[in-house]
């Protein structure tokens, strides 16, 4: 009979076990996948992402990639990032925010890790742990140099746009804005419009910059972030952004803003611009017209966009459909 492990070996056992990917790989019963990703502001259960065929299958092969070469070396931290990243992009939130975990245990310090964790619970509405995600993230990089952060799907010039430190400051003031902390969404906006070096960042953090300063009734201080913005600023990526800044300081109409596929339903990117413009229609006092945008941009089933869930929250917070502040 072999001897039972000391306390400490069979702590390092238990952590290799974790670790062992390959071990589950090769295991001929797969775990019993959860019955659902997340729930909706709403109640809803939400399960497989609509994607298309092609996006579909795009995804799934670079998840396959990513996948073996974490189980090549699951305690590469960019194999871990990148498993899980390919993971998110699938809407198999659960196993990525796992993976993340992981590696957190791992590298506590790192602050990728919890860069893309607090994504990742932004996705599953668990919004108070990403904050804690998030702040963490900023506390680790503050008085570091930033780095370029590559795009898991890069856009059409293949050029990246954003850094460490400029994803963590966006997803930040986004989840505290979905938190209805105004204030704090609006400071770390703020500083992240100070600090954009490209165009794409500056809309994109004047867009939520706006947004938390309207609803804070910050009015004055609203229209000054609308003064920098003009037509011909050059964008890669965020056009939706960029036309709601424009929209916002009056030189589009909300029509050139919105667009839609002819049976009328909404793409993540369009869910995203819909949500601006319906808090558009909010804050100037039109209310009906901001309900009933949010419900289409629910009921467009585009889960995973960052305009559904913040659609989803305003829902969720009155009875009626939806209002400024709980």
């Known amino acids: 009979m072999r001897s039972l492990p000391s306390a400490a070996s069979a702590g390092l056992l238990a952590g ?24 909706s502001m709403l109640g809803d259960t939400l399960r497989a992402l609509p994607l298309s065929p092609a996006v579909q299958a795009r995804y799934e092969a670079q998840l396959a990639t990513a996948r073996r070469a974490y189980v090549r070396t699951p305690t590469n931290v960019d194999s871990i990032i990148w498993y899980a990243r390919r993971l998110g992009y699938l809407g198999k939130l659960r196993e990525s925010i796992d993976i993340y975990t ?16 607090g994504h990742r619970y932004i996705s599953v509405r668990d919004f108070a742990s990403a904050v804690t995600d998030l702040k ?11 780095e370029v952060e590559p795009d898991g799907q890069p856009n059409a010039k293949n050029t990246p746009i954003g850094t ?25 906006a703020q500083r992240e419009v100070d600090a954009a070096t490209n165009d794409d960042r500056r809309v994109s953090m004047a867009h939520w910059l706006y947004m938390s300063l309207r609803r804070a009734g910050r009015t004055a201080d609203a229209a000054k972030v609308l003064q920098p913005m003009r037509r011909n600023m050059n964008i890669i990526e965020n056009q939706a952004y960029h036309k709601l800044m ?6 589009l109409p909300a029509d050139s803003v919105l667009t839609a596929s002819a049976t009328g339903e909404l793409s993540v990117q369009d869910a ?40 989803e929250v305003e829902l969720s917070r009155s009875p009626n459909g939806a209002s400024a502040r709980r």
């Not at 791992?106 to 893309?116: A, D, G, K, M, S």
């Not at 430190?165 to 400071?187: C, F, M, R, T, V």
């Open 16 to 39: 290799l076990l974790l670790l062992a990917p390959a071990a589950h790989a090769q295991s001929s019963r797969a775990p019993a996948a959860p019955p659902f990703q997340a729930l």
């Open 102 to 117: 992981r590696g957190i245990r791992l590298y506590p310090n790192n602050p990728w890790l919890y860069r893309h964790r």
């Open 136 to 146: 963490r993230a900023d506390d680790l990089t503050r008085d570091k140099p930033d």
């Open 164 to 188: 460490l430190k400029s994803n963590i400051g966006y997803h930040l003031a986004l989840a505290y804005y979905l938190q209805g902390s105004w204030g704090e969404a609006a400071q770390v």
């Open 246 to 251: 424009l929209l916002y300081k009056g030189l």
């Open 272 to 311: 995203s611009a819909a949500y601006g413009v319906a808090n558009w229609h909010w804050y100037n006092g039109r209310r009906a017209e901001a309900e009933a945008l949010y419900r289409r941009i629910v009921d467009g089933g585009q889960w995973g966009a960052f305009g559904t869930i913040a659609a």
